[in-house]
């Protein structure tokens, strides 16, 4: 398949994923969720012969800066948040349960579904300037693509439950001291230890990597928390709220928020 928003290149064995949207920070929307889906879903679902990808974001100030709010406001007025949710947790499951290591290289801002996305992943390595934080709360609602879950995995629930309910962002170096990425190195260092990460990985049992993968994934999984989440994200996407918060992000205001 070709693709309008991802680019993709490969090199001795390891592909390197962008996300490219430089204009909108590599917000994503709808086609670029359903060509992640392509390409860890079909595309690459049965390739065998590669050491694993390395994700990034186009440009040098964002990773992913969130789910796409312009494109999302008119999905949620359609009454169709729930499902988004479900679509988003959907695709990013299939990073997930991949069947070879997928780092993020987060180049900058992972923002709301972007730091769903990196953790999504197996792997984060952060450049100096990254910033990481679920800032929904600033729209009225909370993260749909697997926020509420995966952060207490990190980080643990005590600092997880700040960062969502203050919607605060994190540098990199805070990200590394609580445990939500890998390692903070300048830009060139970052990427040449994603692929010498790999490359690592690619000389060791395939299947016992694989294998790995769907261990350390099987603690994890909790259906019903996923399930709460797109239905509590679904919620807060139909409230006055939500539309004062994506209103204000889009005319660059302070939201005026209500209650309802
Ligand atoms: N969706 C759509 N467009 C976005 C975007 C997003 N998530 N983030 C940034 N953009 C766009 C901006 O609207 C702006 O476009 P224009 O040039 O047309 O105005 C462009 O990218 C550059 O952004 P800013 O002018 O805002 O740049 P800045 O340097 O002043 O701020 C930022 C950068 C702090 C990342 C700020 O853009 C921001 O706060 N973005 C939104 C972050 C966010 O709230 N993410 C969560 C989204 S909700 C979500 O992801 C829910 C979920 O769990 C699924």
Known sequence: ??????????????????????????????????????????????????????????????????ADIKEFMEVARDGNGQAMAHRGQEVFARIENFHRPVVALVNGFALGGGCELAMACHLRIATENASFGQPEVNLGIIPGYGGTQRLNQYIGKGKATEL???????????????????YVLPRKEAAQKAIDLLTLIGTKGPVAVQQSIRAINAYYSNPAGYGTEAEAFGATTRTSDFEEGASAFVEKRIPNFKGE
């Open 1 to 66: 398949m070709s693709y309008q928003n991802l680019r993709v290149e490969e090199h001795d064995r390891i592909v390197h994923l962008t996300i490219d949207r430089p204009k909108a920070l590599n917000a994503l929307n709808a086609q670029t969720l359903h060509e992640l889906n392509q390409f860890f879903g079909t595309d690459y679902r049965d390739r065998t012969n590669i050491h694993g990808v390395i994700l990034t974001g186009s440009g040098d100030r964002a990773f992913v800066a969130g």
């Open 164 to 182: 969502i309910l203050t919607g605060n962002r994190i540098d990199a170096e805070e990200a590394h001291r609580l445990g939500l990425v890998n």
